[in-house]
């Protein structure tokens, strides 16, 4: 499995949720309260909207189209519950933010 390098993990505050392009994948990088780091996709699965412009509180990330939630750890979908967002590996080593897109698609609703 490839890990990408994406970012220092100084460059994402905790309790922020940033977007990257890694290898071809469009990657929200968060970063929570208390310093654990998740990679989801970062794109909405309902209309490719930019998960980085909604708002991440409470675990909860909302997109600002429609306000849909998923977890801000699983990525599962929330409101609604028939949904989710792909997850990515992740790592952080020596600072750095690394993430592997092996294998793994985003989520699409419809596809
Ligand atoms: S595009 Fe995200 S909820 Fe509709």
């Given at each position: 499995m490839?890990?990408?390098?994406v ?9 922020e949720?940033?977007?990257?392009e890694?290898?071809g994948?469009?990657i929200?990088?968060?970063h929570?309260?208390?310093g654990?780091v ?8 309902h ?12 675990g ?25 967002l ?10 750095k ?8 698609a ?6």
């Amino acid at each position: 499995m490839t890990y990408h390098p994406v970012c220092d993990l100084d460059d994402i505050w905790e309790g922020e949720a940033v977007e990257f392009e890694v290898a071809g994948h469009d990657i929200l990088v968060v970063h929570h309260i208390g310093g654990e780091v998740a990679a989801l996709q970062a794109l909405c699965p309902h209309q490719d909207i930019s998960l980085a412009e909604g708002s991440f509180e409470n675990g909860v990330l909302t997109c600002r189209a429609h306000l849909w939630q998923f977890d801000s750890r699983s990525g599962d979908g929330l409101n609604p519950s028939d949904c989710r967002l792909a997850r990515y590996p992740v790592r952080v080593r020596d600072g750095k933010v690394l993430v592997s897109v092996d294998g793994i698609a985003p989520f699409r609703v419809g596809a």
